[in-house]
């Protein structure tokens, strides 16, 4: 027979139904002659039913599928579509909860630009060796001679377009007015069209420096993710013409290298579209882009 | 509460049986809600949705304490449902898994508010003070009352008892399905729903008497 130190212990086992059938009897059987434990037991039984009684007013509304329905639909669509939604997803809590402050978030933004700025850098100083300039002449000679876009950029001559990002970024101070001795001459921005061949977002981002302005950290996300693959683009022409004068071991190690990164590459893109909530998934991507860059640079200069 | 709960029993041991079907020539008609949603049928879906919508946001509800909230994280929930179909390995279980889901959506937005006070605080003297107004509450202010009451209390459980209570006393789930659904140890689950019983009743004690 269960004594009642027992069947105190086994009595919310027994009220959840927990309990294999012998223990179950035993205390059932124990409760038939026990008046304390009895009591015991129905306080409990009184507390489930007040429980029971708890309504919360909480509804299913009709809004609540359709939200469900809306967001499965650009799932369903998939493709870039549906990445840019989950980055966007992802951004948006990043600018509103309290883990990660207006600043923090800032700062994230710009080291991503700080190093888009570098691989623009990169890219501009490769700008000379390339002669491509000639067939879209007309091209920039229109879009300089228009009033609206407005560059606003630095120097007439090297790396025009990359210093234009952190004036986009939150937080900096914007250009407000182009200047003569800011605004980017048609040369330059011809240069650049050309050189980066088939970007042309980073164009338009280039050219108008007051949409940069007023992009959302999204946008800017994307446009950095954009300048590098035109960067890697540039370099991958470069690597191409000088493989055949590298050593095949050395290019064997380098394509090595490029393969890993490119799965990183790959992984950390799945990440950002999978778990919008990982704070540090866009950061991730960034510097994977960016790991590549320096390595197709060190190939394209293993000859020198 | 209890008869929600048989009901999604029964829905479990349907798509379960209807699972086991598959095995005769493969008919669409013969498939199971959750196996046309993995294939994408949108309505097989809202089907799911349908069955499993008020339980995960009551749910969800204990968890956050706030409706508009629950109404966000239940939207979630079932997306992130929808997006990982495909990883349910028992179609039986789906209602477990989905559980699951909404209990780390709960969690996560828990953690990332945590600096705006997500608990809902319930000192001892309130209760004092409502125990000391109301020595005999009016019937017609008794059930909201308590409604409050139990709100507050389960508000000032921590995350982990909270989980646990909710997902026994008002989703009526076995201990082994709590373990599956928070990932606890069975212990852990058992020591959990005893304490947090003890500080709900704690709670909710002036209340129990009058109720009856």
Redesign the interface.
């Known amino acids: 027979m269960m004594n009642c130190q027992e069947c105190e212990k086994f009595l919310e086992e027994y009220l959840d139904g927990e309990l294999d059938a012998r223990a179950g009897s035993h205390v059932a059987s124990h409760l038939a002659a026990c008046e304390s434990c009895a009591n015991a037991y129905d306080a409990l039984v009184s507390e489930a039913s007040l429980y029971a009684s708890y309504e919360r007013g909480v509804e299913v509304s009709p809004r609540l599928w359709d939200g469900v329905e809306a967001r499965i639909r650009v799932e369903r669509t998939g493709g870039e579509v549906g990445l840019l939604q989950r980055v966007s997803a992802w951004l948006a809590p990043l600018l509103t909860v309290p883990r990660f402050s207006p600043a923090l978030t800032a700062a994230l933004l710009l080291v991503a630009i700080a190093l888009t700025v570098g691989v623009m850098k990169l890219a501009g100083s490769r700008e000379k060796s390339h002669d491509e300039i000639a067939r879209t002449d007309e091209l920039n000679v229109k879009r300089s001679a228009s009033p609206a876009p407005a560059t606003t950029q630095h120097s007439e001559t090297s790396t025009p377009a990359p210093t234009e990002t952190p004036a986009s970024a939150p937080g900096a101070t914007p250009v407000s007015k182009p200047s003569p001795e800011n605004r980017k001459s048609p040369g330059s921005e011809r240069k650049r069209v050309n050189e980066l061949g088939g970007g042309a977002q980073v164009l338009t981002a280039s050219n108008t420096t007051q949409t940069t302005r007023e992009q959302t950290p999204e946008q800017l996300v994307r446009e950095a993710e954009q300048r590098y693959l035109a960067a890697i683009q540039i370099l991958q022409r470069d690597v191409a013409t000088k493989r055949t004068k590298l050593d095949p071991q050395t290019v064997a190690r380098f394509d090595q290298s490029l393969a890993a990164i490119d799965r990183s590459i790959a992984e950390t893109r799945r990440t950002v579209a999978e778990h919008a909530s990982d704070p540090v998934a866009v950061q991730y991507m960034l510097s994977a882009y960016a790991k590549k860059v320096e390595v197709l640079r060190e190939m394209a200069h293993a000859d020198q | ?2 008869m929600e709960r048989l009901a999604m029993e029964t829905f479990d041991a349907t798509t379960a049986s209807q699972s086991g079907a598959l095995d005769h020539p493969p008919m669409t008609t013969a498939l199971t809600p959750i196996a046309r949603a993995r294939a ?1 049928d ?1 309505d097989a ?2 089907q799911l ?2 069955r499993y ?2 339980p995960v ?2 749910f969800v ?2 968890m956050v304490g706030d ?1 508009a909230l ?2 966000d994280l ?2 979630e929930t ?2 992130r449902a ?2 990982h179909l495909g990883a349910l390995r028992e179609e039986a279980k789906f209602s477990t898994w989905l559980f699951s889901i909404a209990k780390n959506v709960a969690r ?1 937005h828990l953690r ?2 945590e ?2 006070a997500s608990k809902v605080e319930l000192d001892d003297e309130s209760v004092l003070e409502l125990q000391d107004e109301r020595a005999t509450p009016a019937v017609e202010l008794l ?1 909201k009352e ?2 409050s009451v ?2 507050r209390a389960l508000g000032a459980l921590d995350e982990d008892k909270r989980t646990v209570f909710a997902l ?3 989703q009526q789930r ?2 082994e399905e709590i373990a599956e659904i928070t990932g606890f140890s069975l212990p852990k689950v ?1 020591t959990d ?2 304490r947090a ?1 003890a500080e ?2 704690r709670r ?1 004690s002036p ?2 008497g009058v ?2």
């Open positions: 509460m209890m994408g949108a879906f809202r949705f349908e919508s008020r946001i009551s509800f204990d409706r629950a109404e239940t939207q079932f997306v929808f997006r996560e990332s508010a600096r705006r059930d308590l409604n139990v709100r026994k006393v008002f076995s201990y058992k729903l005893h019983r709900m009743r909710v209340y129990l109720k009856q």
